[in-house]
């Protein structure tokens, strides 16, 4: 069982910054793949970047290349993601979302592949 809590969320103007962190607890594993899926009022869950290791690969949406960074704290045991150039489409609830990897040692975009989950954090982007 995996414990992921988000942190990090809040308001911001557009063409701002902002981390958003994931922790994780409980894991029996020496390898993951933890992601962030994102989600707007009225909208699909989607896709936003993913990390595994150990093969240390990462894979972002092409909305948020060049823009957000996502990298591994393991001193810390979070996943961070660093948000930069935000625009207003970038406003919805980030997931945490983490799979063994022992399922495969590469990032999923699919949400249904994950089986454990954050609460989410709010990220607002103003116009």
């Known amino acids: 069982q995996v414990q992921l809590v988000e942190s990090g969320g809040g308001l911001v103007q557009a063409g701002g910054s902002l981390r958003i962190s994931c922790a994780a607890a409980?894991?029996?594993?020496?390898?993951?793949?933890m992601t962030w899926f994102r989600q707007a009022p009225g909208k699909e869950r989607e896709f936003v970047a993913g990390?595994?290791?150990?093969?240390?690969?990462?894979a972002y949406d092409d909305s948020v290349k060049g823009r957000f960074t996502i990298s591994r704290n393991s001193a810390k045991n979070t996943v961070d993601l660093q948000m930069n150039s935000l625009e207003p489409e970038d406003t919805a609830v980030y997931y945490c979302?983490?799979?063994?990897?022992?399922?495969?040692?590469?990032?999923?975009?699919?949400?249904?592949?994950?089986?454990?989950w954050g609460q989410g954090t709010q990220v607002t982007v103003s116009s």
């Open positions: 979302a983490a799979r063994p990897a022992s399922y495969g040692d590469y990032v999923v975009l699919e949400s249904d592949a994950y089986a454990y």
């Open positions: 990390i595994s290791w150990p093969s240390d690969l990462t």
């Open positions: 409980g894991r029996t594993s020496s390898g993951y793949c």
